[in-house]
């Protein structure tokens, strides 16, 4: 939406800086609840919007620019639970904002400027929030800064002239970086409680131990009317970087199946992103005093809850098939029926699984852990990226310790995306991509249990391993299977190959995998 196509928000008689006053008059609410379903960081586009209705606005120095407002909105639905949403508000030229972050034309012109934008594509809101975190002002309310401890430490600075850049890669947040030394992630939908992105990263960071992470410093605090902590933004070393590791395997895999390249920078990467976990995992468990991340057994209740997990996700999963049915192509309809005919098959792998028991830890884990969460940095090292868990979850599932093989599970479903994404199919093709992944996988696992064998308990004990390992897998691909069916028809095929593969050759016994 650019240009012509823009509403416009009738400001006669209205001041700018008293937008608070007037901002309820509806008007503005209209024009919002027609914009943002067009946004890509808008969650819930599917469903019909019913009204939007202010519920905080917290004014911030935007500098010559003028006031930006920085707001929370709930949003309300014809059908479902409503939704809370930050949205800054600031005036801008035409020209100088991406058209991204144009909301309304403003008649007449406020302050020379004839566009309402989002705050977020203003270098004064970027900085105004950097300022809040980096120097909070204990006289403001309506806004909470929290430092941790590695602020302390490397005394972030910025350069005050230095405009913020918008990064284009996001969805469902909108981070700023500034330079090459700092990213402000600006969180979109807001739920009440602490965003497991910052407990993590403060918790971390606490701890002082090298993890591949970004270094957290901080993170900047809104409230709810309920008086529930909501976090607007959190403020993280930058890292240079090359891409996601997703775009890099990808990029070289096809020369790698066919045998152009010999694959060693990938059989290298591959055993730093097991390491990285592996270093990862430690660090989350490594506190049995703290109350949020304290480790505990992983014991018969945990192991029945997650069976009785994946069977609830295979009633779902395999009811929507069934509606789907007429409409998938060839290919993925034999397996679709294959997964709609396992039945008893079923019960037999799941009591199996059952049958090694419980063991090892639960401890706070990344939640939602693949190849897209990881960047490659110019030496190829690996940085894991969004600790916010799946989406689909709320906050408070979100936040529960797990086997830490769930993680696990989530990036070795990851390789196995990977490995039926690079060639066109075909029976020569999938021999290649299936021994490209079963060596990966062990390769990737050998990594990760090496750096845990000095933090015994944390894992299962070997009888129980495997079988833990492959109730995550089952879990993982039910979760994929019901996200194609929801949003990539197309993809099917990959989480119904994957169940299928698990169900003739589980991973009960890791061989070599130490």
Not at 17 to 26: C, I, K, S, V, Y
Not at 347 to 373: M, P, S, Y
């Amino acid at each position: 939406m650019s240009g012509g196509g823009l509403r416009t928000l009738d400001l006669s008689g209205k001041s700018w800086e008293q937008l608070p006053e007037w901002a309820g008059e509806g008007a503005l609410s209209d024009i919002l609840a027609a914009v943002l379903p067009s946004r890509r960081w808008f969650g819930s586009k599917s469903r019909s919007l019913r009204s939007i209705r202010f519920e905080a606005i917290v004014p911030l120095d935007g500098g010559i620019g003028g006031t930006i407002f920085l707001c929370l909105l709930w949003v309300s639905f014809a059908e479902g639970p409503g939704e809370r949403y930050f949205l800054p508000l600031g005036r801008g030229r035409s020209g100088e904002v991406l058209a991204a972050g144009e909301i309304a034309r403003l008649d007449p012109p406020s302050g020379g400027c004839a566009l309402l934008v989002d705050g977020f594509y203003l270098p004064a809101t970027g900085r105004g929030l950097l300022r809040e975190i980096l120097f909070p002002d204990p006289a403001r309310t309506g806004l909470e800064a929290l430092r941790t401890a590695a602020l302390g430490r490397r005394g972030a600075t910025v350069d005050p002239d230095l405009v913020p850049s918008v990064f284009r890669g996001e969805q469902s947040n909108t981070s700023l970086l500034f330079g090459n030394s700092l990213m402000l992630k600006g969180f979109r939908k807001l739920v009440p409680g602490m965003n497991p992105d910052l407990e993590v990263g403060e918790f971390l960071a606490r701890r002082g131990e090298w993890v591949p992470i970004p270094t957290s410093f901080g993170a900047l605090l809104g409230k709810s009317p309920e008086g529930d902590p909501l976090v607007l933004a959190l403020l993280q070393e930058f890292v240079p970087n090359v891409g996601d590791a997703w775009s890099w395997f990808l990029s070289r895999l096809p020369r790698v199946l066919s045998g152009e390249d010999g694959g060693e920078s990938l059989d290298r990467l591959v055993e730093r992103l097991g390491t990285g976990t592996g270093r990862l995992h430690r660090a989350l468990g490594s506190d049995p005093s703290d109350p949020d991340f304290a480790p505990r057994p992983f014991g018969e209740q945990d192991l029945e809850a997650l069976v009785r997990e994946i069977r609830e996700r295979f009633v779902q999963a395999g009811e929507a098939l069934e509606s789907a049915l007429p409409g998938l192509p060839d290919p993925v309809l034999s397996r679709a029926r294959t997964f709609l005919s396992l039945g008893p098959e079923k019960e037999r792998f799941l009591e199996a699984c059952r049958g090694g028991g419980a063991g090892g830890l639960c401890i706070r884990c990344h939640g939602d852990f693949h190849l897209g969460q990881v960047l490659v940095t110019p030496e190829e090292e690996v940085v894991f990226l969004d600790f916010e868990g799946e989406p689909a979850l709320p906050l408070a599932q979100r936040r529960l310790r797990k086997t830490p093989l769930q993680d696990v599970a989530g990036m070795l479903r990851s390789l196995h995306y990977l490995s039926l994404s690079v060639l066109p199919e075909s029976t020569e093709v999938r021999e290649a991509t299936d021994r490209w992944y079963e060596i990966q996988s062990r390769r990737y696992l050998r990594a990760y249990a090496s750096v845990l064998s000095g933090s015994p308990g944390l894992l299962p004990p070997p009888g129980a391993l495997g079988r833990i390992l492959a109730l995550c897998l089952l879990r993982k691909a039910l979760y994929e299977l019901q996200y194609e069916l929801d949003n990539r028809p197309g993809w099917l095929g990959v989480p119904l190959a994957g169940i299928e593969a698990l169900f003739q050759s589980p991973p009960f016994d890791f061989g070599e995998v130490p």
